[in-house]
């Protein structure tokens, strides 16, 4: 390579059906169990790369929430350079490197923006370096930037991360393309503060609840009906094995040692909110909770404009912010 290269990708969030917590290796990232998660349409990451010999030095520009780009520095300025020192040396490049990322999704709104990141930085800098990889490669690298859930990213629609316990066994692969299903994911943004315990913590202290083991074996089943109730599109199969994985996630997280609480009060009227719709109205919506006390509220394309509504109603609700299923990460320039 004599020239400067460059690429720019564009990458999805994504919302996990069943959850992703705990770690089987933290350095290598390999998850303790699958897990199934459908992309956001909605919440996108644009990130270019630019490797240039006649660049001063690595770089990394971020505008989070449609804000000003600004300089990263510190613990988010060396994940990102720790990831392209890894793609770096697989292509035998040593070229200084300017990568600017931009969010359309509000930074604050409590959606985990690095799956999106990771994902558009690990296509983007495969492309400008000239690493011919296929997609499961690549959703092998993203994993190993150590957001584990961007691997799920990679691949368009609906999506599962496989994991056999080595680093080629663990990568992402479609179960459904986006047009499958009219899903949605409507987030019902009700606090906008950053996280209490980051997940790379939270994955470590996930082995020390009691709950932990059994959360583990009941994975197996739960994972395969998750799948089926995808390829059947059935709402309410899926729903109820959604919700389910979400409470037995959050149970191992507040019975950690320490525990860590992500719910507020208004996340827990909200859930209380969508059962009522459900047993009273027969509205088939779910919830489902990341690492924070925002709430995910999945259901069919035909019922958001109603589930959107209600939600806005709520006092606890400041916003929403409405996805349908979301493409691959793919490159734009
Ligand atoms: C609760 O380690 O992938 O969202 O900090 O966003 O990189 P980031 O998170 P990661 O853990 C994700 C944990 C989760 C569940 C999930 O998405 O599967």
Redesign the pocket.
């Known amino acids: 390579m004599t020239q400067a290269c460059t690429a720019t990708a564009v990458a999805c969030a994504n919302i996990?059906f069943i959850?992703?917590?705990g770690q089987r290796d933290a350095a290598l990232t390999l998850p303790a169990n699958g897990?199934i998660?459908m992309n956001l349409d909605g919440c996108l990451t644009e990130t270019s790369v630019l490797f240039d010999p006649e660049l001063a030095g690595d770089s990394v520009w971020l505008a989070l929430g449609g804000g000003e780009e600004e300089p990263a520095s510190g613990r988010a300025f060396e994940r990102v350079i720790a990831q392209i020192e890894r793609l770096r040396a697989m292509a035998g490049n040593r070229w200084p490197v300017q990568v600017r990322s931009r969010n359309n999704f509000p930074s604050d709104a409590g959606i985990?923006s690095?799956?999106a990141a990771f994902a558009a930085l690990t296509c983007a800098t495969c492309a400008a370096l000239g690493l011919d990889v296929s997609e499961r490669e690549l959703s092998r690298l993203t994993r190993l930037s150590g957001?584990?859930?961007?691997c799920r990213s990679i691949p368009a629609g609906f999506v599962e991360w496989h994991t056999d316990g080595t680093d080629a066994g663990s990568w992402a692969e479609q179960i459904a393309a986006p047009d499958h299903w009219a899903l949605s994911d409507l987030v019902a943004v009700i606090d906008t503060g950053a996280k209490r315990v980051?997940?790379?913590h939270g994955?470590s202290l996930a082995p020390t609840s009691p709950f932990f083991d059994a959360r583990l074996a009941e994975l197996p089943q739960r994972l395969a009906e998750v799948r089926q109730a995808i390829i059947e599109r059935d709402i309410e199969r899926l729903g109820v094995a959604t919700e389910a994985d979400a409470i037995s996630?959050h149970a191992v997280m507040m019975t950690q040692r320490p525990p860590a609480f992500y719910w507020l009060p208004a996340t827990l009227l909200v859930i209380q909110a969508v059962q009522r719709w459900r047993e009273q109205d027969h509205i088939q919506a779910y919830c489902t909770i990341?690492?924070g006390p925002n709430v995910h509220v999945i259901c069919e394309a035909s019922d958001a404009p109603e589930v959107e509504s209600r939600l806005c109603e709520l006092d606890a609700v400041q916003w929403t912010i409405v996805n349908g299923p979301g493409p691959e990460a793919r490159i734009v320039g």
């Open positions: 996990a959850k992703y917590w897990s998660s985990a690095s799956a957001s584990g859930s961007a980051s997940s790379l994955h996630m990341d690492a």
